[in-house]
């Protein structure tokens, strides 16, 4: 599939406080880039420059395909960008441009595989018949996908671990609870988030016990190194976040191959 007269757009969150936060959109971009697949690719986010509403300035191509890096199709990718974008649902005509908008990354049929990859590397060697598997979303009350992302996931996966669960930062069961959450010895932890960001590197593991105060940027790829954590009687094994799987280049070009005219307007 070659798109050379074609620009791909990604759009990412961004983030104020923590620029590391749109390093896997960067990233991925970069790694499609040397593909030649595309005239043109380029990044934007909500929190950070490049913004949404000056993105179409920055392509020639007339042909345009939008691809949400996030996880959930909710709030973001139902409201936030088809309004700054100014598109009128999954096929937009405008100023001599067609613009395709893609399905976020998190709602493709290989998350449940990069999932269970990253559970596996991050606790080799462990028996997964003595392991519960979390994975935590952040849960939020704008848009009820977000956490439904994260169940969709558990039910695909349960089977493969004695105890599969869903926890979240912001919604119930809350991620702080893991120890009663589950049984098993071993007890590894997936983030279901774009980024290695506030949440993955701060707030999670504080909420974990892994640490009483929020770590610096510069300490994030430690926290994911000391494992296991010996915490409340168990094992815990602590992943990074989804969205850093190199894989999810493939991902966002896969959206581009699959882009249905009608998904938009299946999820209002």
Same mark, same amino acid.
């Given at each position: 599939?070659?798109?050379?007269?074609?620009?791909?757009?990604?759009?990412?969150?961004? &983030?104020?406080?923590?620029? %590391?936060? &749109?390093?896997?959109?960067h990233?991925?971009?970069?790694?499609?880039?040397?593909?030649?697949?595309?005239?043109?690719?380029?990044?934007?986010?909500?929190?950070?420059?490049?913004?949404?509403?000056?993105?179409?300035?920055? #392509?020639?191509?007339? %042909?345009?395909?939008?691809?949400?890096?996030?996880i959930?199709e909710?709030?973001?990718?139902?409201t936030?960008?088809?309004?700054?974008?100014?598109?009128?649902?999954?096929?937009?005509?405008?100023?001599?441009?067609?613009?395709?908008?893609?399905?976020? +990354?998190?709602?493709?049929? !290989?998350?449940?595989?990069?999932?269970?990859?990253?559970?596996?590397? +991050?606790?080799?060697?462990?028996?997964?018949?003595?392991?519960?598997?979390?994975?935590?979303?952040?849960?939020? %009350?704008?848009?009820?996908?977000?956490? !439904?992302?994260v169940?969709?996931? +558990?039910?695909?996966?349960?089977?493969?671990?004695?105890? #599969?669960?869903?926890?979240?930062?912001?919604?119930?069961?809350?991620?702080?609870?893991?120890?009663?959450?589950?049984?098993?010895?071993?007890?590894? #932890? +997936?983030?279901?988030?774009?980024?290695?960001?506030?949440?993955?590197?701060?707030?999670?593991?504080?909420?974990?016990?892994?640490?009483?105060?929020?770590?610096?940027?510069?300490?994030?790829?430690?926290?994911?190194?000391?494992?296991?954590?010996?915490?409340?009687?168990? !094992?815990?094994?602590?992943?990074?976040?989804?969205?850093?799987?190199?894989?999810?280049?493939?991902?966002?070009?896969?959206?581009?191959?699959?882009?249905?005219?009608?998904?938009? %307007?299946?999820?209002?």
């Amino acid at each position: 599939m070659i798109h050379s007269d074609a620009a791909l757009i990604i759009v990412g969150h961004g &983030s104020t406080v923590n620029p %590391d936060s &749109s390093s896997p959109t960067h990233t991925h971009a970069m790694v499609l880039r040397k593909r030649n697949i595309f005239r043109e690719i380029v990044c934007c986010f909500w929190k950070e420059d490049p913004s949404l509403r000056e993105v179409y300035n920055m #392509v020639e191509s007339k %042909d345009i395909y939008v691809v949400p890096n996030f996880i959930s199709e909710g709030y973001f990718t139902q409201t936030v960008i088809p309004r700054e974008l100014e598109l009128e649902g999954a096929l937009t005509q405008k100023g001599g441009r067609t613009i395709r908008y893609c399905p976020p +990354v998190g709602s493709h049929p !290989k998350m449940t595989e990069l999932l269970l990859r990253r559970a596996a590397e +991050v606790a080799p060697g462990v028996p997964k018949e003595k392991t519960s598997l979390i994975i935590v979303g952040h849960g939020t %009350d704008l848009n009820d996908n977000s956490a !439904k992302a994260v169940k969709v996931q +558990v039910a695909r996966i349960r089977g493969t671990y004695p105890e #599969v669960i869903s926890a979240y930062m912001e919604d119930i069961p809350p991620v702080a609870e893991w120890d009663r959450l589950t049984s098993q010895p071993n007890v590894v #932890v +997936v983030p279901f988030f774009i980024s290695d960001g506030l949440h993955s590197y701060q707030d999670i593991p504080i909420l974990l016990g892994i640490t009483s105060e929020p770590g610096a940027a510069a300490s994030q790829v430690e926290i994911f190194r000391h494992n296991p954590h010996d915490l409340r009687g168990r !094992k815990l094994f602590y992943a990074s976040a989804i969205g850093t799987e190199p894989l999810f280049a493939e991902i966002i070009l896969d959206q581009v191959r699959m882009w249905n005219p009608h998904w938009l %307007d299946d999820k209002k």
